[in-house]
């Protein structure tokens, strides 16, 4: 059972666009900076977005993020076959005292 | 160019103690804010931190694991080794190493991992 939690996939055809939310509490998501990680088959997680909506060099703007509260989104625009991977939220918990991930949310692009 | 690569034992038995080793470049320990963390992966499951080392020697672990973990750096080398012990077959997973380039928690460099099975 992870801290954050993420639907477990989601679907959308080539071109769409598609979210995907990450739900924590104000020990974590609600008072820490969030960031999401894109994970292609077989390889290691890669930094999308880091501190809630920037994205580092090189990660395209089709993906975007937002957060709200004690919720985050990940959006992902002009989807291609090449972006279905798992993805993961992460941020640090005060009350664990820990750095937390969600479940992760399997996108398939159809 | 930040690069990391982890290494150490693919098989361990159960009650073992597994070390592995965070070989990087591209960086320095020494410079102050930086950090190296530990997230493992059980095959299809999600990420769990495990630690975290600061340049400042400041050490993270994960509250459910901690009495089994220890982190410790060597600068000279660009190293960081992680220590598990007493290892269960519940502990089969892929561990990777990161990059952390400040307290925000951000892991932005990542190993390719390196797949660890325990046998029972």
């Known amino acids: 059972q992870s801290v954050l939690t993420q639907p477990p996939s989601v679907s959308a055809a080539p071109g769409q666009k598609v979210t995907i939310s990450c739900s924590g509490s104000s020990s974590n998501i609600g008072n820490h900076y969030l960031s999401w990680y894109q994970q292609l088959p077989g390889t290691a997680p890669k930094l999308l977005i880091y501190?809630?909506?920037k994205r580092p060099s090189g990660i395209p703007d089709r993906f975007s993020g937002s957060k709200s509260g004690t919720s985050a989104t990940l959006g992902i625009a002009g989807l291609q076959t090449g972006d279905e991977a798992d993805y993961y939220c992460g941020t640090w918990d005060s009350n664990l005292s820990a750095w937390v991930f969600g479940g992760g949310t399997k996108l398939t692009v159809l | 160019q930040i690069t990391l690569k982890e290494s150490g034992p693919t098989l361990v038995k159960r009650t073992q103690t597994l070390t592995l080793t965070c070989s990087f470049s591209g960086f320095s320990l020494s410079i102050y804010g930086v950090g190296v963390a530990w997230i493992r992966q059980p095959p299809g499951k999600a990420l769990e931190w495990l630690a975290l080392?600061?340049?400042?020697?400041?050490?993270r672990y994960s509250p459910s694991l901690k009495s089994r973990l220890t982190i410790t750096k060597d600068t000279s080398k660009n190293q960081v080794v992680l220590t598990m012990t007493n290892m269960d077959p519940v502990d089969t997973a892929t561990y990777f190493c990161?990059?952390?380039?400040?307290?925000?928690?951000?892991?932005?460099?990542w190993g390719q991992g390196t797949l660890v099975t325990v046998s029972s």
């Open positions: 501190e809630n909506n």
């Open positions: 990161t990059h952390v380039p400040n307290t925000s928690g951000t892991f932005d460099y």
């Open positions: 080392i600061y340049s400042n020697d400041d050490k």
